[in-house]
């Protein structure tokens, strides 16, 4: 599916911003919207990230749909008793093509570690699925000129064991500071430049077996988003305020 020469990602990051309900009627109302903007060009890819309750629900709006379904998070389990938990296969089943790993927002509140982010995506790749990786400096690491250092060692730590299937997949990984996160402030253009050049030499020294696509996240808005289009070497944008907002999100995509 990311096969082509150039394609360029779209992905809605929902988070926990709206109740199971609200995420059903904002799928089902912009249903036809939301098609028309996954085949407005063969390059354009639409990924809706709903949250785990909503997934089936979603699955089920856009069904033989262009629109492409992608989970939030998975377990680093393959089955098992762990409570509160949902598998990589399981997501599989619901029809998730992406699942993203690694967010800045469970890494700080849910404590995740690289440890289990690597296994997390030994399982996607297990199933299939193109897990959707997050890298990314807070605001102190920013400030200390450490960008680079931090988003290469997120790199490593998640992907040194190159997991056993990730040549059946492809990989993403965004690149979202911290500190850009839903505040407002987004990176300049020759700060992300940098870092999908760093991201590339490290992507290039792990010798990954897939073709791996790089995104940048972080308030992306409809007015700065044909800018950052223009950065080389993007390969699309994980969106999470402005998704929320079709009319927002159509003027990022269009
Ligand atoms: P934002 O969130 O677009 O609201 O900054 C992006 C994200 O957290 O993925």
């Given at each position: 599916m990311l096969r082509q020469e150039r394609v360029f990602l779209y992905v809605a990051n929902w988070k926990m911003r709206l109740t199971y309900d609200q995420v059903c009627l904002l799928a089902e109302n912009h249903k036809r919207d939301f098609e028309r903007l996954a085949t407005l060009s063969q390059d354009k890819k639409i990924v809706l990230c709903p949250s785990y309750d909503a997934l089936s629900s979603v699955a089920h709006i856009f069904k033989?749909?262009?629109?492409?379904?992608?989970?939030?998070?998975c377990s680093s389990h393959l089955l098992g008793n762990y409570t509160g938990e949902v598998s990589a296969e399981s997501l599989a089943q619901l029809g998730?093509?992406?699942c993203?790993?690694?967010?800045?927002?469970?890494?700080?509140?849910?404590?995740?570690?690289?440890?289990?982010?690597a296994h997390k995506i030994e399982q996607l790749a297990a199933v299939g699925i193109t897990p959707l990786?997050?890298?990314?400096?807070?605001?102190?690491?920013?400030?200390?000129?450490?960008t680079l250092q931090v988003?290469?060692?997120?790199m490593k730590d998640a992907l040194k064991k190159c997991p056993h299937g990730l040549?059946?997949?492809?990989?993403?990984v965004a690149y979202e500071p911290v500190w850009a996160i839903g505040t407002g402030a987004v990176a300049?253009?020759?700060?992300?430049?940098?870092?999908?050049?760093q991201l590339t030499l490290v992507i290039q020294e792990l010798a990954?077996?897939?073709?791996?696509?790089?995104?940048?996240?972080?308030?992306?808005?409809?007015?700065?988003?044909?800018?950052?289009?223009s950065i080389h070497g993007l390969g699309g944008f994980l969106i999470g305020g402005a998704s929320l907002d079709f009319q927002k999100f159509e003027k990022i995509v269009t």
């Open positions: 033989k749909s262009p629109v492409l379904l992608g989970a939030q998070n998730c093509r992406f993203i790993i690694g967010h800045s927002e469970r890494r700080q509140f849910y404590g995740e570690t690289s440890q289990e982010i990786l997050c890298v990314g400096e807070t605001r102190e690491q920013y400030d200390r000129h450490e988003v290469t060692q997120q040549q059946h997949t492809a990989l993403c300049s253009v020759s700060h992300i430049e940098g870092v999908i050049k990954l077996p897939c073709q791996v696509l790089i995104l940048y996240g972080g308030s992306v808005d409809s007015d700065n988003a044909s800018e950052l289009k």
